[in-house]
Each structure stands twice: as C-alpha cells, then as structure tokens.
Nanobody, 123 residues
Framework: QVQLVESGGGLVQAGGSLSLSCAAS????????MGWFRQGPGKEREFVAG????????RYADSVKGRFTISRDNAKNMVYLQMISLKPEDTAIYYC????????????????WGQGTQVTVSS
C-alpha cells in the first residue's frame, strides 16, 4: 500500500480559498488513482474529487464542481486539492486516498487512506 499524509487544513472565512496537499510514499504512486473524501460532523464520508493515474481525467462531486480542483505531480508523489469560494458546508475532515483503479468515485475502491486534515469555514 501507499502511505499518505495530508496537510494544509485550517480556518478560513466563507468565500475564501484554501489548498490541501497529500504526500505519498511506500509504493508506485503513478499506478494509483487518487481521491479526496470528506466527513463533516454527523455525516458519512463522501467523495469530493478524483484523478486518474496520469492526471488526464478527473471527477468531482456536484457539490464542489466549479469550486474545487484536484491535481497531481507524479514526479513529486503529491496530490493537491485547490478550493475556492468556500462555504460553511465545506467544513469537514478531508482525507486523501489511493486506489489501484485508474479512477474511482467509490469509497470501497480505495485501500490507502491518510489521517485527515481539518478544514473549517466560518460564516
């Protein structure tokens, strides 16, 4: 499995921007589809964004489409989530995840998970 560590979470005002990073190690990063999930208070962990092995294909949850951008740099073993126009409902713990599938929106397809980083959006 690939080991994943998220960073970049914090407190931001509604309408603001924040960028998250995920550092991978321990496996062949370029052969993992990568995704971001989030879990708000009292909610199930939900898919946010995914990116294919090469970065050529992406998928987004409807709730973040047009506001969030996922990207990856295979040379650096890094995946990123750029978030703009943040809303209070974006408040959650954000998790980086890896799958052996090329790209997936399904939680059960992911077999590597980071520890999570807290994003709080104030109104």
């Amino acid at each position: 499995q690939v080991q994943l560590v998220e960073s970049g979470g914090g407190l931001v005002q509604a309408g603001g921007s924040l960028s998250l990073s995920c550092a991978a190690s321990g496996s062949t990063f370029s052969r993992y589809g990568m995704g971001w999930f989030r879990q708000g208070p009292g909610k199930e962990r939900e898919f946010v964004a995914g990116i294919s092995w090469s970065g050529s294909a992406t998928r987004y949850a409807d709730s973040v489409k047009g506001r969030f951008t996922i990207s990856r740099d295979n040379a650096k073993n890094m995946v990123y989530l750029q978030m703009i126009s943040l809303k209070p409902e974006d408040t959650a713990i954000y998790y980086c995840a890896g799958t052996r599938a090329v790209l997936s929106t399904i939680r059960s397809d992911y077999n590597s998970w980071g520890q999570g980083t807290q994003v709080t959006v104030s109104s």
